[in-house]
């Protein structure tokens, strides 16, 4: 058998010679040019295709894949998406290191020719069954503390915010009491039957630009959670329970906000607007509420009654009977 490798080995190497010395000679210039121009296409063949790919998902893999206009939303964005990518890494290490070792064992020690039976079989090795509960121990460890740090300062709600601002989720839309402006604001569900326009329906949160902001969530019927995807933070609304959470928006624009809670029938038309503005736009838009009659606070008890009261914005759309309409009978449809 031994024989017969190196047999074939010399007959292979010796075949090889053959073959260069076989060959016509490459006998001019072009022949060499040919060669090196051909390794030189593919050379920049793959240099490109290895830009383009690195180029068309750098921004998406710099963001972890997050939402584009999360990048610097809020106060808290850079150190969530931190410790995404950095539990992605540490992941991916974990990963290679253990499919390495998988393929490293399959081939070094796969069954060779006129192998019979099954190896040497080893029952106990007391180092390696330590290192393999030590080494999860503390990557687990390390995780969490990290999670743990971030969690800590991200639901910190020690510091007196600027603005309070009261979430009632509703099947299937939100209401907002602006607790230090007096205000409210009564959301009705979206309508999305494929028509444009749907979206101007939809209740507006307002948030001033670099204020403090706290949230105090909660339901009025199932559990919902409020969630705005570009803050990369979403939070449980309880019937019953108030939780709370404090965020800075960073950055003036338009975002959206969606219920991230399956609470029923229509929870995907439970949705909302963000506008973050100046804090002049702010106090205008509390201005307007207060013009609206919108003055006081939507109660938070349990209960369906129709919360959109007679003068709220969705009356002043127009479409407001075939909304309200749709609404109740949906409602309705659900309790029986
Ligand atoms: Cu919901």
Redesign the pocket.
């Known amino acids: 058998m031994k024989i017969q490798q190196k047999h074939s080995g010399s007959q292979a190497m010796t075949g090889h010679r053959d073959e260069t010395v076989g060959r016509p000679p490459l006998r001019s210039h072009e022949g060499f040019g040919k060669a090196r121009r051909r390794a030189r296409a593919v050379a920049v063949g793959l240099a490109g295709a290895a830009l383009l790919t690195l180029s068309g998902c750098t921004d998406a893999v710099q963001r972890g894949w997050f939402p584009e206009d999360s990048v610097g939303a809020t106060d808290h964005t850079e150190r969530i998406s931190d410790l995404w990518r950095g539990s992605w890494i540490a992941a991916l290490i974990v990963g290679a290191i253990v499919w390495g070792l998988v393929i490293w064992c399959m081939i070094a020690y796969r069954r060779r020719k006129g192998e019979t039976g099954v190896p040497a079989q080893i029952r106990y090795h007391l180092p390696l069954e330590v290192m393999y509960t030590v080494i999860p121990v503390m990557m687990i460890a390390v995780l969490f503390g990290y999670t743990a740090r971030d969690q800590s300062e991200i639901l910190d709600t020690s510091e007196k915010p600027d603005v309070t601002i009261g979430v009632v989720?509703k099947q299937?839309s939100w209401d907002f009491n602006y607790k230090d402006s007096d205000v409210y604001e009564s959301g009705v569900m979206g309508q999305l039957d494929g028509n444009e326009g749907a979206e101007a329906e939809l209740p507006t949160l307002y948030l001033p630009v670099g204020k403090r902001v706290q949230f105090d969530l909660t339901s009025r019927d199932v559990i919902?959670s409020f969630w705005i995807p570009a803050f990369l933070m979403k939070m449980d609304m309880i019937p019953g329970i108030e939780n709370k959470f404090q965020v800075t928006p960073a950055v003036e624009g338009s975002f959206k906000g969606k219920?991230a809670?399956l609470?029923g029938e229509y929870?995907s038309e439970?949705l909302f607007n963000v506008e973050v503005v100046s804090q002049a736009e702010y106090d205008q838009h509390m201005a307007d509420l207060e013009a609206r009659g919108q003055t006081g606070q939507l109660e938070t008890e349990l209960g369906r009654s129709e919360m959109a009261p007679e003068s709220s914005d969705a009356e002043e759309a127009g479409n407001s009977d075939a909304q309200s309409f749709s609404t109740e009978s949906k409602t309705a449809e659900v309790q029986r």
Request: aromatic share 12%; with cysteine; hydrophobic share 25%.
């Open positions: 989720g299937w919902h219920c809670e609470c929870h439970m």
